[in-house]
């Protein structure tokens, strides 16, 4: 049986089919974590496959990468050429036309970058992401600016690199200033801008400190002279 199978059985209103799917997703992803990982992404970013069954396959990444207890530290495991594959099809999901998809996969990408944002392992993403806030393909762009409001609630605040801040309030800052911005824009920018606000604040501190610092270097100097 295909992914799609389990995926499906376990979606299932019959409580012994959906156990079953859900047995055989546990075992299937027990005995290869790496290609499990890899058949969801394949699944999530599949135009073919059922609505539902995509849903879950990026349910079943993000949580599994996070929060399942069995499965937590596997990822680390894995090839780069593995994990890369994952990523890229997860990313590529981000422009598709159905909003729920892109949702998912929004939702996904956040998990995956949760996971390794400590350790700088995916460190182009918050670049491609705020590039693609401008992108021409508004499900592309929705669903950038979505990601990049899933990444604030996933990454503690501490850890969040303050130039990545910056280049996010200023894309964000900048759709926000567009004239005639689409509604459906405008209201997830909004959502995610508010998201930031609270990360904004390690940024104005580091400001205020920098210009102390200067003040100070400028009265040490006039007390040479």
Known sequence: MEISDFLTQARDSNYEIRKLGEDRIEQTALSNFGQF??????ELADDNKLRLNRQLAAT????????MPKFVGKWETLGQDLKSEVKSAVLST?????LDIRKAAALCVAGIYRLEQPTNQWPDLIAVLVKTCSNDNQNFQTAAIMALGY???EVNQSDFCVADVD????AFILL?????????VLKTTLISFMNYIPFAK????????DI?????REKEQLSWT
């Open 202 to 209: 390690k940024n104005f501190e580091e400001q205020v400190i």
């Open 167 to 170: 280049k996010i309030l200023s």
């Open 60 to 67: 079943l990444i993000k949580n599994m990468l996070n929060y």
């Open 37 to 42: 990982m890899y058949a969801c992404s394949r």
């Open 94 to 98: 981000l422009a598709s036309v159905d």
């Open 176 to 184: 926000l200033k567009t004239p005639n911005l689409n509604i459906e």
């Open 151 to 153: 990444i604030s609630q």
């Open 212 to 216: 102390l610092l200067t003040q100070q």
